[in-house]
T-cell receptor, first 115, second 114 residues
Framework: AQSVTQPDIHITVSEGASLELRCNYS??????LFWYVQSPGQGLQLLLK??????LVQGIKGFEAEFKRSQSSFNLRKPSVHWSDAAEYFC?????????????FGKGTHLIIQP | KAGVTQTPRYLIKTRGQQVTLSCSPI?????VSWYQQTPGQGLQFLFE???????NKGNFPGRFSGRQFSNSRSEMNVSTLELGDSALYLC?????????????FGQGTRLTVV
C-alpha cells in the first residue's frame, strides 16, 4: 500500500526567509504527487502536482517542488515566505487508475510565520 | 467557473441519528471523491464515484455510504452516528477517473456529533 510521510509536524519560519517542507512517499511504481494547502476551517487548495517529465515543478503562490526518485521524496520549497503562507500543508500520492485508496495524504505540516 | 460546493457547511447531530451531506462538483467533472479529516487520523479516503458508479472505497464501516446522480452531484450518508464521526468531510471533484487528473476540493462540511 502507498504511504506518505511528512516528518515535520510544525515548522516556524521568519517572514522573508526560505522554506522547505519535507515529504517522503512509499509506492511501488512512479507515483502521482501533489501538494495541497489548507487554511483553518477551509478545504484544500492544490499548490502543485507532478505526473511525469521535468522533476522540478512550479506551482501557485511562488511554490515549487522537486521529485527525487532515488530518495522517494517530493519536497516543497519557497524562496521567501509571506505571513499569508501560514497554514497546514499536505503532501499526497495518487495512483495511475485512481486506485482503491484514492489520494493518500501525509499527516500535514503546520507552518507558522514569525514576523 | 464555480468551484466544488458542499452543503451544509456546518451540522450538529445527535448520536444514533443519520446525516446526508451534499457535494456539487465543478461543471464537467465526472468523478467525485469523499474524504474524512480528523485531528487524530488526518485525511482518509472514504469512496469515489465516477459516472454514477462507486469505483473505489476506503476502509470505513458500512454506515458510510454514498451515491452519485446523473448530473454528477453526490451525496454521502452516515447512519447511526457515533461521536467518533465528528469530522470535517471533504468532497473532491476531478474531470476524469485517472490518477493524473487534479482533484479540486470543496470547503467541507463540519459535522459535530453530540
Amino acid at each position: 500500500a502507498q504511504s506518505v510521510t511528512q516528518p515535520d509536524i510544525h515548522i516556524t519560519v521568519s517572514e522573508g526567509a526560505s522554506l522547505e517542507l519535507r515529504c517522503n512517499y512509499s509506492y511501488g511504481a512512479t507515483p502521482y504527487l501533489f501538494w495541497y494547502v489548507q487554511s483553518p476551517g477551509q478545504g484544500l487548495q492544490l499548490l502543485l502536482k507532478y505526473f511525469s517529465g521535468d522533476t522540478l515543478v512550479q506551482g501557485i503562490k511562488g511554490f515549487e517542488a522537486e521529485f527525487k526518485r532515488s530518495q522517494s521524496s517530493f519536497n516543497l520549497r519557497k524562496p521567501s515566505v509571506h505571513w499569508s503562507d501560514a497554514a497546514e500543508y499536505f503532501c499526497a500520492v495518487g495512483r495511475k487508475g485512481g486506485g482503491a485508496d484514492g489520494l493518500t495524504f501525509g499527516k500535514g505540516t503546520h507552518l507558522i510565520i514569525q514576523p | 467557473k464555480a468551484g466544488v460546493t458542499q452543503t451544509p457547511r456546518y451540522l450538529i447531530k445527535t448520536r444514533g441519528q443519520q446525516v446526508t451531506l451534499s457535494c456539487s462538483p465543478i461543471s464537467g467533472h465526472r468523478s467525485v471523491s469523499w474524504y474524512q479529516q480528523t485531528p487524530g487520523q488526518g485525511l482518509q479516503f472514504l469512496f469515489e464515484y465516477f459516472s454514477e458508479t462507486q469505483r473505489n472505497k476506503g476502509n470505513f464501516p458500512g454506515r458510510f455510504s454514498g451515491r452519485q446522480f446523473s448530473n454528477s452531484r453526490s451525496e454521502m450518508n452516515v447512519s447511526t452516528l457515533e461521536l467518533g464521526d465528528s469530522a470535517l468531510y471533504l468532497c473532491a471533484s476531478r474531470r476524469g477517473g485517472q490518477g493524473n487528473t487534479e482533484a479540486f476540493f470543496g470547503q467541507g462540511t463540519r459535522l459535530t456529533v453530540v
